[in-house]
């Protein structure tokens, strides 16, 4: 019997060959999600004595946790002037451009990724803007007795203005923090989505952020954990998806040539 050569029966495709989600319902669901955090936080302004009282209380509990002072971090910012200006950049701009970033290079290059993060993101921002309507949080620049600077105010850029006038945010909804939360859910995303050697470095991001929330005193220790803790049960109930042989290492993306196989030589 004559040997021929057939292509190997077609393999279940890998995660990352899946057709990208329709790119203006993404667009929309994005833009709603972005919404959703500035519109729901808007909604839970105003309890300044509740705000200020918990604020105590998570300065309280920090110490008797023997986590360390927020001051050791800022003193450090505060050896010059530079230092300081940047970490409020970085606090002031990097926050939203680097989680849209991120979302556009997965639906991109990495379309099934590109739903969980999108998922896990929406999840922990949903989760994230109940808290302060049951626990409303003066952040620790506001903390009287701290010895914290409002380091934005006094060096700049700062991007809020009086609590009282403050139309865009809410400054009283400390915990947890986004900043820190959608940080970490990057440095996952793309650890989990890439192949190369160095993915471990996306980790800096999120600790420069952590760094800077509390470095320029609008967050405690605790916003961070308890970011970390909704990510974690987030991701438990939300898991990516399985990357496969068939995905180039250093996040390429490319399907590995399939081999043909002698049909029929070994009957």
Known sequence: MNARTEPAEAAAEPPDALARPALIRELLLV??????????????????????????????????????????????????????????????????????????????????HYVWARRVLAVVTTAALVLPFTFPLAPPRMLA?????????????????????????????????LHFGWALMVAIGLIAATRSRYRGLWLLHPLITLLVIVGTANHYWLDAVVATAMLGVALAVIRPPHRTAGTADRGAGRLAPREPVLAGAAR
Request: aromatic share 10%; proline share 6%.
């Open 31 to 112: 833009a709603g999600l972005f919404l959703v955090y500035k519109l729901g936080r808007q909604l839970a302004t105003g309890h300044t004595a509740n705000a200020l009282h918990n604020a105590h209380r998570v300065w309280d509990l920090e110490r008797a946790l023997h986590l360390p002072r927020e001051n050791a971090v800022q003193s450090a910012l505060l050896h010059g002037d530079t230092l300081v200006h940047l970490a409020n950049t970085y606090y002031a701009t990097v926050h939203f451009p680097a989680t849209l970033a991120f979302l556009v290079w997965l639906y991109l290059r990495r379309p099934a």
């Open 145 to 177: 007795g701290t010895g914290l600077v409002d380091t934005a105010r006094v060096y700049g850029p700062d991007v809020y203005g009086p609590p009282s006038s403050d139309h865009l945010s809410n400054q009283f909804a400390a915990m947890p923090s």
